[in-house]
């Protein structure tokens, strides 16, 4: 990237890849035989993984005990927790409404702790659950086997539960995508901008070209750059940059779900 100034590198923290972008395949390409022959580091390039989450649609309560009982000290926790959705973007929250001391205050970090840890892997797809606040309203103790392990394992245990209780849907990052056009394609770009789950939010015309700003899923722009160039004869340009995520159509989750299921 220092050599080549069109060239971006980034980490994605979400799938834990390291994403080379530039203006085309054919620059990568170039890129990827440098670092080879400079560098003797031999880069494997693919498509970016979609960053997909997970989330909730509705309110529910779990309860889970955490009960062992061995020679000396056994092992208690006892949680209760709601779980509510929240907002898109809104990300994570925790709430404390114990009362009472029914849960000691030094195991309630103990529970938090369960419940952050286990919202890293959903159920649907072992991808990150966002958009949700989980709330400890209740629970119990036990004087001698209670401790901060118990109580997150308590914690992470109800929050997984709770989660196959509430509806969980997937969401997926849609893009806002503005493309420059002749003309005389415009009727093809946005015919191929339907077919990709886009919604055109408008166009205005531009020194014998169309502008059209829409909004599409990121899993069906990922080779863009290539349909645009074949779509327009390379006359075509774009940009675009991430908006927002939103839930993901029922038949096409289902398969995300089983290929996801496939890689692991």
């Not at 395949?25 to 989450?53: I, S």
């Not at 938090?112 to 966002?130: C, D, M, R, S, T």
Request: proline fraction near 5%; avoid cysteine; charged fraction near 25%.
């Amino acid at each position: 990237a220092e050599e080549d100034r069109s060239l971006r590198v980034r980490r994605e923290f979400d799938t834990l890849e390291t994403i080379l972008s530039g203006v085309g395949e054919a620059q990568l390409e170039v890129a990827a035989e440098k670092m080879l022959r400079k560098f003797g580091v031999d880069v494997r390039m693919e498509l970016p993984k979609v960053p997909y989450k997970e989330t909730i649609t509705v309110t529910t309560k779990a309860e889970y005990k955490h009960k062992k009982q061995t020679g000396g000290h056994g092992q208690y926790g006892h949680v209760f927790l709601e779980l509510e959705p929240l907002s898109r973007g809104a990300g994570y929250e925790f709430g404390n409404r114990i009362v009472g001391g029914v849960v000691p205050k030094n195991y309630i970090p103990a529970v938090e702790k369960g419940v952050a840890e286990a919202i890293n892997e959903g159920i649907l797809a072992k991808y990150p659950v966002v958009d949700i606040r989980a709330t400890l309203y209740d629970g119990s103790y036990h004087t001698v086997d209670s401790s901060d392990i118990s109580f997150k394992i308590a914690g992470a245990h109800a929050l997984r539960k709770g989660l196959s209780q509430a509806q969980p849907v997937l969401l997926e990052p849609i893009m806002n995508v503005r493309i420059t056009v002749p003309e005389s394609f415009t009727g093809d770009v946005i015919g191929d901008l339907n077919s990709k789950r886009a919604k055109v939010l408008g166009m205005s015309p531009q020194d014998g070209s169309n502008i059209i700003e829409a909004q599409a899923p990121m899993a069906e722009v990922l080779r863009y750059a290539i349909d645009l160039r074949s779509m327009t004869q390379g006359r075509g340009s774009y940009q675009m940059e991430f908006s927002h995520y939103e839930e993901v159509p029922p038949h096409i989750a289902q398969k995300i779900i089983a290929e996801r299921g496939k890689e692991s």
